[in-house]
């Protein structure tokens, strides 16, 4: 559901990031700021410098280009710059590199070799730059975020990191449960008052709690966990043709069990939407999609989930339909540019859909 990114942006994540900000001005660096800040790093003589208004409106970005490559800078948003946890997505981010996985490389200060350069309060990355195409919905790209996923949880399967990583997930999550309970009241407030938004919020709250309840009946606690992506979409994903030539934005990494990262992933790039109020998209997935990204996530052998992990897909992917847009729209009445009560709809289509057809999206992932 997200909007997929055709260039290098590392917050492009769910709508819940930027939904406070609403209309407010995008922030911009001061020519002395560029100028003090681009001076810590050897990228070589300056020939252009763009502003590049992607990602959060917090968080300012531009892009360099010298005699050397084409750099983003980028300032983050102050509330996503505790030190400990933008260690935590370097670290991942170094070792990844390092392992060959397919990244935008971060580059370090010219001094200490730093990735993360906190200058007057604020703090400053500075990456390589890599110019993608937006995923195109075939199968074959499809397959590939698939594969792709699969190599990060091969590659992070033993990995340890000296920080500590942020915790919780769309499961079960505390957070839902408190959006859920805004929702009348906020869409009251937007909206005007009407009993339709209550019993919009109470079938919402319904199909949460059962949807984890049945995840945890299968074991979910006793799965084996370790680094996952935690934001696997389309939009953090760019392409070059139907291959993958990066895999963007580390900010919501954490340890948790690998099967959020598929069933998300599922949900992400075999969703359909449309033209038009949202309440109008198809409530079907695409099944030929949903196949392809799982056929390829477990070519690799080691990627293999167990029975039961494949049984609490479909519920895992009714909890992060609704995760993804009941925080925005219990704040802000809206979903991206979507009016929310329209995304609402459209919501409980397709996660009455997912509930309906839950034996067949299980078969569809059985060897």
Known sequence: MNEANCDHVSDAGIAARDAQAGSAPRETFSAFELATVLSHFDIGTIQTIKTYPRGSRKSPKVLCRTNTGRYLLKRRAEGKDDPFKVAFCHQLQLTLADRHFPLPRLIG????????LQLNDATYELFEYIRGEPYDTSPDATADAGRVLALFHKLLVDYESPYRPSEGSYHGSRAVAKAVDRLPEAMDRIFGPSRDHGEMASWIKHRYDAS?????????????????????????????????VAVIDYDASRIQQRVLDVANGLLQFSIVGGVGPASKWPEGLDLVRYRCFFRAYEDNESAALSRAELQAIPHLMIEALITECVIPIAVAGS????????????????ASWIDRHEAVLAAALEP
Not at 215 to 242: K, M, R
Not at 337 to 345: M, P, V
């Open 335 to 350: 979903f991206g540019r979507s009016d929310g009560r329209q995304f609402l709809a459209m919501v409980r289509k397709k």
């Open 109 to 116: 200060t010219r001094q200490a070799n730093n990735s993360m």
């Open 212 to 244: 984890r309840q049945r995840v945890a009946e299968l074991g979910f606690d006793q799965w084996p966990s370790q680094v996952i992506h935690s934001d696997w979409h389309p939009g953090n994903i760019l392409f070059h043709g139907s291959r993958v």
